[in-house]
Each structure stands twice: as structure tokens, then as C-alpha cells.
């Protein structure tokens, strides 16, 4: 019978492995490696030279956005620390972030020294905007939405809620480049946006980010933020904002010029993933016993990732044991078993507010006049929904095949399960 389960004795749907790897990292070639070689030969690789392949990436990624600033910086981490300093959020400021995201995105708010306030999820598997809507606060300076597995969160709700509340918006595309949302690139709705380039990311130059704006003195005060030295490196230049010093987050021109190469690639790698979705959807039959991912705008997201959200938790492991038969690996993001540290349940560091210094800072700042509490069950919405989703990716080394067979084992399973 041909839909009998695998788990009951049936033959698997999927019998060969599908292909897996990272997005950038995949379709590195000669292209790559001879840029990194001439930089080597050249012997210049610090990035404020002639020419320099970091200030020729940040034209190049800046005309492909269509904004008016762009500014790389070492990682995805960095470009968030510097964004929220050129949005001038410190001390005393509470920032929402939504709570499931990567622990850097929080870890960054309490770097310059404001407190994150976590939001739930929903079906989105991005910020729940009625939620963020509980959360402000008089404190609140800024929101943080998070655009995860390539899926851009619920934008015009949130920007509207912002903009109602006269808050800043932080976009945290680090998984999520060169995504759009509704015409425009994601990052680009909110005040300034983040790009992450480390090993996993839609394209990759080992570690490394960017922050983009059209705000000019956010641009300017994020590259203050990014190297204290900034103003005598670029000792000609007229600024128009006093500067200041913080850390340094100054990417090499090894970095650079890998980047510019990866960036030249990115349509090619979008379009590619693009087609494996939408092969992947046009073979999903209507669903039974689950509901798929909210998607605000299926033609821009970048195609990298789908989820189904089961209706029972009970059913979700059924799923999830019934699928694996099926040869399609398939796991809840919050389970008793391998601990996804995307969700903030696993962010022991804010949960227990561990200072980075013995004054407590950010929670105990004298100027933080708010009184944030966390807990591990502080978010049950985005606990019910990430114990009830699974998550499978799309990327360059997959074929449309194997992307219609990953659909053929849902549709078996909750043709019997649902
Ligand atoms: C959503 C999100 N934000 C921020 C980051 C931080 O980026 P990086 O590792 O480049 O510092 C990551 C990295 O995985 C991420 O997934």
C-alpha cells in the first residue's frame, strides 16, 4: 500500500539524502579565491586604502538596496550594536526583541547598554505585533524585529505600531539578506537594518556584517560606533556629528573582497531557493492536521526555509517520528531534546540579567527606571507554537526533485496522522 507509513513497515518517500551546506559558502570558487590571493599579494589589508574592496562592497550592497548608507562591520552582532548606537538607544532605554531569535540579538541591546524586553511569536514564527503592543512601555525607545530563516516578520503592523508610539525599528536581517518585503528590501522598512555574513548566512565571508540606513546621521554615528579611530582614518572628511569612541568592529579587506564576490552571486543563490519553495508548495497538498507558516509576502522572502505548525503538540512528535521514517529530518524548534538556542527559553545569560560588569548594568543602571522581569514560561505563545513547528530548509546544493519529495513525506504523513 502505498500510503502506509514508513514508520509502520510502508517504503520511505525519500530513500537518497538530500543535500545539505551553507548558502554562501557553497558556491565559493576561483572568483573568491583570487580575490582573497590579490588582496594577500597586495599586502594591503587594512580597509582604509585605495580602493578598498570593504568601501567598494558597501557601494555595491547599498545601490542593491536602494539605500542611501551602507557601513560593513565584522558580524552580524556588530552591525546591531553599532545600528542601535546610531540610533543614539543606551542606557536606561528598553528595546523588544521577539523571542525566538539568535541570543545575539538581545546580547546587543545589552551591549550598548539598554535592556531587551522579550515579545512573543506568532504564527509568522516573527514578532506577534499585539504582543509588542503590551510590551511598550514609557521606557520603550526602540523595537527589534527579528526576520528569521528568511521569512520577513509582520512589517506594516509593526512599523505602524511604531510609528504610532514614536518608536526607532532595528531590522535584524542577519537571516534574511538580500530577502524583500511588499517591493522593498528587508531592512529597509524600519530605521536602519543589519545584515549578518558568517559561515550560515544567505551569502558569506567567514564572519561579517552590515548596517544600512537612509538616515545620514545614524550612518554617521554607527561608523563612529564602529571604531573609535574613525575620524582619523578619515581625518579629510567634514562630520557633521561630534564623535565619539566605543569598541571596535572594523572588518579586513579579506573580508571585503570575499563579500563583494558573494554579493555578485546573491540573485543567483535567491532565485535558486525561490524555485525549490515554490516547488516545495506547489506540491503540498491542503493541509490535514497542521497549518503552514504565516507569510506576509510569499515572492519576497528568500525562499530558504518553510515551517508547518501541527495543531496538537501531542501529534507533533507523531510527526516528527513519521517523517524522520520517511527519510525527511524533521525535529520541533522547542523540544525536550537538542536545545534550539534560538529561543529565548535558553537564554540563561538575559534571563538571569548576568551583568557584563559588578554593577548590574542594564537592569540595574541608575538611569533604568523601568522594572523588566523574565522567566523561562514568560513567552507560553511562542513556546506552544515553536513545540509545535517544524522547520525544513531549501538551499543551493537541493534540486526542485528534492524539494517536491521533502513536500511527498508531508502530505503522506498527514494524510495518516492528520
Ligand atoms: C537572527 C540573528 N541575529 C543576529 C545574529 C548575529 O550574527 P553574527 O553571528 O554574524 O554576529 C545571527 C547569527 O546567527 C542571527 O541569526
Known sequence: MANRL???GGIPVITERIPGGAHGPSVIDDREIHAVTEVLRSGKLFRFVENSHVATFEKEAAAL???NHALMVNSGTSALICALTGLGIGPGDEVIVPGYTFIATAAAVVGVGAVPVIAEIDESLGMDPADVARKIT??????????MQGVPCRLDELIALARQHNLKVVEDCCQCVGGQYKGAYAGTWGDVGAWSLNYYKVISCGEGGLVFTNDYDAYERTAFASD???PMWMSGKEWKNPPFSRQCYRPSEIMGAIARVQLSKIGDILSHTRRLKKAFLAELDEPKGYIRQHVDDPDGECG?????IIKEPGLARKY????????LGAGTAYNDGFPDRHIYYYWDSILLKHS???SGYPWKDPQYKGNVEYSREMCPQTLSILGRALRFGFNVNMQEEHARLMAAAINKVDAVLG
Open 6 to 8: 514508513a514508520i509502520d
Open 65 to 67: 538596496l536602494g539605500v
Open 138 to 147: 514609557p521606557y520603550t525607545k526602540a523595537i527589534l524585529p527579528v526576520h
Open 228 to 230: 573609535p579611530a574613525m
Open 304 to 308: 530558504i526555509s518553510a515551517a508547518i
Open 320 to 327: 516528527t517520528e513519521a517523517l524522520r521514517a520517511e527519510g
Open 356 to 358: 557584563p560588569h559588578p
